[in-house]
């Protein structure tokens, strides 16, 4: 079975930083794309970065840009999110996703995680 884990959610201070993590167990992300995306209350989901199975090519929402990073360690199975200096309104509910490819911020995602919270606030 294809399942992805989120993790590294919590609360951070504006200008602060934090990491999540999107695991994955039953497959290896080594030929994945992994998007990773977010719901804010009352928002659709959205795109907030993609990266390609090579690592090589990461995109953006222009949002975040900047801000966050994107990385993967296929050794570890594992993709991440930095987020640094956050913002209020990067709270949300992040989801990571597996696909083939990123066109934009988008992967054609086959397998989601159940999402890690993350609330900017002072």
């Known amino acids: 079975q294809l399942q992805l884990v989120e993790s590294g959610g919590g609360l951070v201070q504006p200008g602060g930083s934090l990491r999540l993590s999107c695991a994955a167990s039953g497959f290896t992300l080594d030929y994945y794309a992994i998007g990773w995306f977010r719901q804010a209350p009352g928002k659709e989901r959205e795109g907030v970065s993609c990266?390609?199975?090579?690592?090589?090519?990461?995109n953006y929402a222009d949002s975040v840009k900047e801000r966050f990073t994107i990385s993967r360690d296929n050794a570890k199975n594992t993709v991440y999110l930095q987020m640094n200096s956050p913002k209020p309104e990067d709270t949300a509910v992040y989801y990571c996703?597996?696909?083939?490819?990123?066109?934009?911020?988008?992967?054609?995602?086959?397998?989601w995680g159940q999402g890690t919270q993350v609330a900017v606030s002072s």
């Open positions: 990266i390609r199975s090579s690592g090589g090519s990461t």
């Open positions: 996703a597996a696909g083939p490819m990123c066109t934009g911020l988008r992967n054609r995602a086959r397998s």
